[in-house]
């Protein structure tokens, strides 16, 4: 008996945060099928196309990435074991008294005890026994019992769940990793928090520190902290095409732009004298859908994301822009799924002072968006590339609102 019809193979283009002015796209194989339901029977054997969801399961691994009193940190790897998927949607439940309250790599929301996590622009496709990672903070009441049971697209892991507990720390030392700084690799001895993992975080006087090496191909960070403001990375990355990494602090305001009065900020780093990267804030509005970058300084093969290039590399939308004390060049573009627009300082600097919120008001101004929500102010270092190892610091950092 004939197969009526055969799946084919295309491209389909997936975007990625690439800055450097290069290419802003990727490529991957995708299977897309001209039935939507069996193509054949043979011999009583049906052939069906690529599910939407994981047809035979998934496991979850649950990663406790550090405690404190009433609060948590959790990594998530789920495992595909059906066919292939192109988006993924992970469930789970919490008792009374845990609540998801920041995420990174998902969009997490919690509706009572029922908690849902979706991808995000470049983490949606997982092909079979492949992989997807994302992590987030929460808070407590009494206890904090790991989940025992996941669904993935609405099928249920029978993979199963691993779970396990990183190092709980004291109150006056809350950490994500270890508990004593290594010695010799650029960690100081007084650091009240060091971890290596790729999604580490840690809050502390109400900044929430975050290692986030997100990027392809990324090699290892471990990042390290006095406080919330003053801390910093040893990072050693491969000086390939893309961001690695975006080792940030900051904290979520979820205020209309309307009514704010004020946002200020202040800085100072240290940065290596070679590498690709740049020292940036990472400001989120419209539940992700709005990306404000304001560049301090940078350093090599980094640019970016722009609306039109030449042989120069970025071109400005609009050139020596006084906004908020300094003066800019300024680009928008796309970034898959958010609009994102870049300040990029036209004198760099390692240390001063921003008017954020006229900034913000200076994009309102130009009709480029309007009454926004803005949700988080991140401020660090976005690593493309290091000259080997390399360290980043924030000497320090503040940032008021009102």
């Given at each position: ?237 491969p000086r390939t095409s893309g961001v690695k990494s975006y080792p940030h602090t900051g904290k979520t305001l979820n ?148």
């Amino acid at each position: 008996m004939a197969i009526a019809d055969l799946a084919a193979v295309g491209d389909v283009p997936v975007a990625i945060r690439l800055k450097d002015g290069t290419a802003m796209r990727r490529r991957t194989l995708a299977l897309s099928m001209g039935m939507a339901a069996a193509l054949a029977a043979i011999g009583g054997l049906v052939f069906t196309g690529p599910s939407a969801s994981a047809a035979t399961g998934c496991s979850v691994t649950y990663t406790l990435s550090g405690q404190w009193p009433g609060g948590f940190g959790a990594n998530l790897t789920i495992k595909n074991l059906g066919d292939p998927i192109s988006s993924w949607t992970l469930t789970w439940s919490y008792p009374a008294g845990q609540q998801v309250t920041q995420a990174w790599n998902a969009t997490v929301t919690q509706s009572g005890s029922a908690v849902t996590a979706k991808n995000v622009s470049y983490n949606g496709s997982v092909a079979t026994n492949a992989t997807a990672s994302f992590g987030f903070n929460g808070s407590f009441t009494s206890s904090n019992p790991a989940p025992t049971s996941f669904s993935l697209n609405g099928t249920a892991c029978t993979g199963g769940v691993s779970n396990s507990t990183g190092p709980t720390p004291s109150p006056s030392r809350t950490t994500g990793g270890p508990t004593t700084p290594p010695p010799g690799n650029g960690i100081p001895s007084d650091a009240a928090w060091v971890a290596t993992g790729s999604f580490d975080s840690w809050t502390n006087n109400g900044y929430t520190l975050n290692n986030d090496v997100w990027g392809g191909g990324a090699g290892s960070q471990t990042i390290w902290a006095r406080t919330g403001t003053n801390w910093g990375v040893v990072s050693t990355q491969p000086r390939t095409s893309g961001v690695k990494s975006y080792p940030h602090t900051g904290k979520t305001l979820n205020r209309a732009l309307s009514s704010l009065r004020s946002v200020s900020s202040s800085f100072n780093v240290t940065v290596p004298s070679d590498g690709d990267y740049e020292t940036a804030y990472d400001i989120w509005a419209n539940n992700n859908a709005y990306e404000v970058m304001i560049w301090e300084n940078q350093k090599g093969a980094v640019g970016p994301i722009a609306s039109s290039y030449d042989s120069n590399g970025a071109v400005p939308d609009a050139r020596n822009v006084s906004a908020g004390g300094s003066t800019w060049n300024v680009y928008r573009g796309s970034n898959g799924s958010n609009q994102v627009y870049s300040f990029l300082r036209t004198s760099a600097t390692n240390s001063g002072s921003n008017d954020v919120l006229a900034v913000l008001n200076w994009l309102r101004t130009q009709g480029w968006w309007g009454d926004v929500t803005v949700g988080d102010i991140q401020f660090g270092f976005e690593i493309s590339g290091t000259a080997g190892q390399s360290s980043f610091v924030c000497n320090s950092f503040s940032i008021t609102s009102s």
